[in-house]
């Protein structure tokens, strides 16, 4: 209700920007809510690193890795379950949304295909930076090699997602894909 009645307001007379054309509020109000919204807590934790998961992590190169449609709302709705910013236990529901997620994504088959439960951390680790196209600092590869603690392979399902997320979260893969996401996103 909150984005729908930032653009909504254009058609209340009362509410209608002073100065504005209904057809100018419209486009005004389209763009800055579409702004604010790809900025929001809602949207970064949620669809955005669905996005980053799958631009990470995949081979599709002829949709540059992004997830079908399908797969974006699916993994969207499951993330946001039971999520409004604001409400109580809505960080503690958003979070046992996002390791559910990244357990399940990372035990995928096409994930799985790529990279295989029985390499080992170091490998599993490099291989995903160098899928991602990010040079990772000697702290963010360690980092995302430590999520494994003393493990031989690379089988835990809970060390494999959070060591994408530290990926998708590092300065590097951030800074690339912010404006890349922003226009796929729109």
Not at 19 to 25: A, E, F, I, R
Not at 78 to 97: E, H, K, P, S, T
Not at 166 to 177: A, C, H, V
Request: hydrophobic fraction near 40%; charged fraction near 20%.
């Amino acid at each position: 209700a909150f984005w729908k009645d930032n653009i909504d307001k254009c058609n209340d007379p009362a509410r209608l920007p002073s100065g504005l054309t209904l057809d100018q509020c419209l486009d005004s109000m389209r763009i800055k809510t579409s702004t604010a919204f790809f900025l929001s807590i809602e949207f970064q934790t949620t669809g955005n690193l669905v996005r980053g998961f799958y631009v990470a992590a995949l081979d599709r190169p002829l949709t540059n890795n992004m997830p079908a449609f399908v797969e974006f709302e699916r993994d969207t709705q499951a993330m946001q379950r039971d999520v409004v910013v604001g409400q109580a236990n809505w960080q503690q529901n958003l979070n046992n949304n996002r390791d559910a997620f990244m357990k399940d994504f990372v035990m995928r088959t096409e994930f799985v295909g790529l990279y295989p439960t029985s390499d080992t951390p170091v490998q599993y680790v490099d291989k995903l930076y160098l899928h991602a196209g990010i040079t990772p600092t000697t702290s963010e590869r360690a980092s995302a090699i430590a999520e494994f603690g003393a493990a031989m392979t690379a089988a835990d399902a809970e060390a494999r997602g959070l060591a994408l997320l530290d990926l998708t979260q590092s300065d590097g893969f951030q800074s690339r894909e912010m404006n890349r996401s922003f226009v796929q996103m729109e």
